[in-house]
């Protein structure tokens, strides 16, 4: 062990997950993220800019204080304050992967102020388990597009990269939405015709992904399993689904639980004629922000520092 006190320096992607039909089984990197420093301190502190920065610098009920400090607690260790400085460009409660990547950070922290040394995998494995689900997670660990299942408490992770021509918009409604409340619209069982549709679209997903077959795309973000019951709740995405397919747009989801949507483009030439596709069928909603952004291979593990 270093005698030099240990500091932290992080940077996690935004994620998507479930890219329509790969309900908590499938998601992408994006290429905004949050970018965290601390070092020990004799109190905690937060000093935070981006976007939504006083939800981020608040000490009370701050998902990445409370992760750590209980990881800390859970393991024998003593709970260490921190100084913490932190850039955020991952909005919350947008289903762009802002919770996966604050419990990885935490989690990160975690495992070097107290000394647990954990491996990058246990870190991921820990995230997973807390998340309920491993896309996000394993996406912003990892960068990329990722196809993800539980193994047990073990997270298998199949990853290749998106082609680098495609272009992602992440079309953002005024008001946020929370996952538990996504979740609850859900049914508890689906009929075998849309099991079996999911199934299908799935399977081309991630060929779709692999081989960089853009024209699939619009079938392959199709989905029946949590799309329609999220409609009411997210109005954008049946304003964008029919785009699908036109202007130069190859597929359309929910981003994670919504209420933001992913739209794909496949190139950058592509996204002006897209966005104003996009801007054209909003109608009588307010219009939305629309965020214009690559896919990330680089993921959080990758800046995982050591210290000292």
């Not at 272009?167 to 946020?176: C, D, G, K, Y």
């Not at 029946?224 to 709740?233: V, W």
Request: charged share 15%; net charge negative.
């Amino acid at each position: 062990m270093s005698n030099s006190a240990p500091s932290f320096s992080m940077r996690l992607p935004a994620t998507s997950a479930n890219l329509g039909p790969g309900f908590d089984a499938a998601a992408v990197a994006l290429n905004f993220h949050l970018e965290i420093e601390a070092e020990a301190s004799e109190e905690f502190s937060i000093a935070a800019t981006g976007s939504d920065s006083a939800v981020c610098s608040r000490l009370e009920d701050n998902l990445i204080l409370n992760v750590y400090s209980r990881t800390l607690q859970e393991n024998g260790r003593q709970v260490k304050p921190l100084a913490i400085r932190m850039c955020n460009d991952i909005p919350l409660g947008m289903g762009c992967g802002s919770s996966a990547a604050g419990r990885l950070a935490a989690l990160a922290m975690a495992s070097l102020f107290g000394e647990l040394d954990w491996c990058p995998e246990r870190i991921l494995e820990e995230a997973c388990a807390l998340e309920g689900h491993p896309d996000n997670a394993a996406a912003c660990w990892l960068g990329g597009f990722v196809a993800t299942a539980n193994e047990g408490r073990a997270v298998r992770v199949a990853r290749v990269e998106p082609p680098q021509d495609w272009r992602a918009i992440v079309v953002l409604p005024p008001e946020s939405l929370a996952t538990s409340k996504a979740r609850a619209v859900l049914p508890s069982s689906y009929s075998g015709a849309d099991v079996v549709a999911n199934l299908q679209a799935v399977s081309m997903l991630g060929l779709a992904f692999a081989q960089g077959r853009g024209d699939l795309l619009h079938v392959a973000m199709q989905d029946r399993i949590h799309q329609p019951y999220r409609a009411e709740m997210c109005p954008l995405l049946p304003r964008l689904l029919p785009l699908a397919g036109k202007s130069g747009i190859l597929g359309v989801a929910l981003s994670g639980a919504g209420p933001a949507v992913l739209v794909i483009v496949g190139s950058e030439t592509e996204i002006a004629p897209a966005s104003h596709a996009i801007l054209d069928v909003m109608g009588v909603l307010p219009q939305p922000e629309l965020l214009l952004c690559r896919f990330e291979n680089s993921g959080a593990r990758e800046s995982l520092q050591p210290g000292g």
